[in-house]
């Protein structure tokens, strides 16, 4: 069996761990009763996992922690697809992450209760 460095066991358990957190969200999002989940179509599941799994990255985990995905809605989710629009696989943009978490925080709606 040949020797695997520490560093690609590192990486990996890294992948591994952003794929279950990923997956976790997705089905919290799954559940909601306003998501809408089964109007979407596979490739926005495949581009929604994407985009979650670059915020992840992007983000201190104790953030992530916070959000309550089972309250998204249908158009929060188009709205985070749509950022999705015009960037390449792996590389969205700063900016676009900071809308995502915006919509994810729902802090684009407290504007409207102040």
Known sequence: MPHTSDDT???RRFQIQR???VEDAVEKIRRS???AWESFIDADYTALRELL???WMYLERQKWEQYAFSTL???DICDILA???GEKCHSVSCEKLEEMDAILSHSR???EFS
Do not use: I, M
């Open 19 to 21: 794929e279950k957190v």
């Open 109 to 111: 709606h407290s504007d």
């Open 9 to 11: 066991l590192g990486r």
């Open 33 to 35: 009763p306003d998501a």
């Open 73 to 75: 809605t249908r158009q």
């Open 83 to 85: 950022l999705s629009k």
């Open 53 to 55: 799994g670059e915020l």
